[in-house]
């Protein structure tokens, strides 16, 4: 039968190991890979609230072709967008 303090070294023993362990494998943490670069059809959405209207639009930026799109619910339904015609911000920046 083990003695009262033998049975506290193996468990301040075996404390000290995981621990050693958490610290060791929990001290990397892993990396997050949301936002990767170069992927085809690159598209960053966003909403904002329409001026004077109770819904927001959704602005979806189509950026390799260069295009702002717009998408709004329709007044009949709030079930289906339509959208207005997309902006082409190449031409719209290089106005003078």
Known sequence: MPTKRSVIAWLLCINGLLLGAIIIFGSSLP???AQRGGMAGDYVCVTAKAAGQSYDVLFVLDVRNRK???LYP???NRQTLASVKPRDLITDFNRN
């Open 68 to 70: 702002l799109n717009a």
């Open 74 to 76: 329709t007044a009949a």
């Open 31 to 33: 990396t997050a890979n």
